[in-house]
């Protein structure tokens, strides 16, 4: 079966938009039979396409796969650049690393790795990502931003921006930005983001924004260890999402706040990750490998840094730390 002419049947049913397309009429498209026609209709059904054939009239697509197949993100996505190329994988490790070897492989700026599970997640201070089957998103970003090296690690922070606004438009919620870039709902972590950094002599090469978003996972589908500190999209909204909403809404709001960044710095930017930030203004204390310290987070700098006042009135920065409130 070529999977071209599958992908491309899927494309021509969503533009379609509910009206019937005659069988006849693709094959003529596609210079195939009616039945290798039906055979790539059975083979969408298969992916999960929802499709009604009336008689005389056609194929009708009367809904979409629950997974994040390229064809069906594409569809409804409204970016130039972001995810206008995909990497699909039903499985795999973990999308960072298929992200690295893309990366290295001079894979355009914009470039999505997705997969349904990773075997092998991720997180940050080389510790363990969950990442259930089907339920999440669990995506990598390839970037190739034309700044100086010292102006990436604000990405992060300009991610999670644009991940609370995405959360926010397609759900309703009220998420809240723990620093640097953990996204929380009622005070569980929902999201969270890994930026990597591929760069040599000549400057950064590309940065990898990975993005692990529980969206419709129950109480259960969490390790027992993680339970009471991580929570989904599902479970605080009491609704199930459609992921391939929330992929296309993260990538538009991640395209044009990097673009904003580059523009025009880190100011406003920093105003809108400020205004959803619950460390900003509250008593913390910041673990780091060496020390603990306890104090009011005042505020972050432009380069993103923690400025935590503790009691002896002295200000430090903090540069990478597991916050506690
Ligand atoms: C964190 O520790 O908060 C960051 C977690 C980042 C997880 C995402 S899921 C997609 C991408 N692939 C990975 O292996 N990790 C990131």
């Not at 938009?17 to 298969?46: M, N, P």
């Not at 470039?111 to 991720?122: D, F, K, L, P, Y």
């Amino acid at each position: 079966m070529n999977i071209t002419v599958t992908r491309k049947l899927a494309q021509r049913l969503i533009e379609a938009q509910g009206v019937a397309l005659s069988g006849q009429q693709l094959a003529d498209d596609f210079g195939i039979s009616r039945t290798a026609v039906w055979k790539h209709i059975k083979e969408l059904e298969e992916q999960g396409y929802q499709i009604i054939s009336v008689k005389k009239k056609g194929y009708i697509l009367a809904g979409l796969p629950d997974t994040l197949e390229p064809t069906a993100i594409q569809a409804i996505l409204k970016t130039k650049r972001l995810g206008r190329s995909i990497h699909y994988i039903e499985s795999c490790p973990s999308t960072q690393i298929i992200a690295h070897q893309l990366a290295q492989e001079n894979t355009s700026d914009g470039t999505v790795v997705m997969t349904e599970e990773q075997t092998a997640g991720r997180g940050r201070m080389a510790r363990r990502w969950h990442s259930a089957a089907n339920k999440g998103i669990w995506m990598s970003v390839i970037l190739r931003p034309d700044v100086v090296p010292q102006k990436a690690p604000q990405f992060t922070l300009v991610a999670a921006v644009a991940v609370v606004r995405a959360i926010e438009q397609v759900t309703g919620l009220k998420p809240e930005i723990k620093w640097p870039n953990d996204i929380l709902l009622n005070g569980k972590k929902c999201t969270g983001i890994l930026t990597e950094l591929q760069s040599d002599a000549d400057g950064i090469q590309a940065l990898i924004i990975g993005i692990g978003l529980n969206v419709n996972q129950v109480a259960d589908d969490f390790d027992p260890e993680v339970q009471n500190i991580a929570t989904s999209l599902k479970m605080e909204s009491g609704k199930e999402i459609d992921r391939k909403e929330l992929v296309s809404s993260m990538l538009q709001f991640l395209e044009q706040y990097t673009d904003l960044y580059i523009e025009e710095g880190f100011g406003i930017l920093k105003l809108l990750w400020e205004s959803y930030s619950s460390t900003i203004g509250h008593p913390v204390r910041a673990r780091m490998a060496k020390e603990t310290l306890e104090g009011i987070a005042e505020s972050i700098t432009d380069e993103g840094v923690l400025q935590l006042r503790t009691a002896d009135g002295k200000l430090h920065g903090i540069y990478s730390a597991d916050i506690e409130m």
